[in-house]
């Protein structure tokens, strides 16, 4: 298996502009987690899915975020209009039981 | 609340010392328990995990770690460091619903 698939792996945007971040989980995995790394605050927990539907987003930061999965093996994170505070390195992880994780390489994003 | 700790923010140790890095839980009952690695650049990796039973569980690359109730901890060791062990280390726990906590990280440094 090719493992969780993100993209872009990297991203650089202006203030105010719209940001898609894609993920692709684990074929078989109904679970989805994305996640949001910053040396500041280390990971957080954004919002997960299981079986395509959104479980729990209560640590979406604000409503700029917004993420989807219309089908078993995608999701997008969005943000807009992006800010530079939403500088980070975005995860996207799966699983089959919701305990043990797997992750994808992340999307570092930078909003100038 | 459940929450992970993690004392040592970073640690260094000589190439083919031995590893210990240190992670308390607070929960009441004991909850799923995981060890990760993130090398930079990269997601996070699953080494080991500990969900009931032989309190000693083994996991990849040489590492183990040891449960112990009494003293609400989960520590991980490795008996001979590789300079390719460079990276941060995350414990993590899950109470067996859906959100999986992280601690802060440990940033392991291995020196020649």
């Known amino acids: 298996d090719a493992g969780v698939i993100q993209s872009p792996r990297h991203e650089v945007t202006e203030m105010g502009q719209e940001v898609t971040l894609r993920c692709k989980p684990i074929?078989?995995?109904?679970?989805l987690f994305w996640y949001r790394q910053t040396m500041m605050r280390g990971l957080e927990l954004l919002i997960y899915f299981n079986n395509n539907v959104p479980i729990d987003d209560s640590g979406m930061p604000e409503d700029r975020f917004s993420a989807k999965m219309p089908n078993a093996s995608f999701s997008t994170l969005k943000i807009q209009p992006s800010e530079p505070r939403d500088s980070a390195v975005y995860f996207c992880a799966s699983s089959f039981t919701s305990y043990e994780q797997y992750f994808g390489p992340g999307t570092r994003l930078t909003v100038t | 609340a459940q929450s992970v700790t993690q004392p040592d923010i970073h640690i260094t140790v000589s190439e083919g010392a031995s590893l210990e890095l240190r992670c308390n839980y607070s929960y009441g009952a004991t909850p799923y328990l995981f060890w990760y690695v993130q090398s930079p650049g990269q997601g996070l990796q699953l080494l080991l995990k500990?969900?009931?039973?032989?309190?000693l569980v083994q996991g990849i690359k040489g590492f183990e770690a040891e449960f112990k109730r009494s003293q609400s901890s989960f520590n991980l060791r490795k008996p001979s460091v590789h300079w390719s062990d460079a990276a941060e280390y995350f414990c993590?726990?899950?109470?067996?619903?859906?959100?999986?906590?992280f601690g802060a990280g440990t940033r392991l440094f291995v020196k020649a």
């Open positions: 993590a726990s899950n109470t067996g619903g859906f959100k999986t906590i």
């Open positions: 074929s078989g995995h109904d679970y």
């Open positions: 500990y969900f009931s039973g032989d309190t």
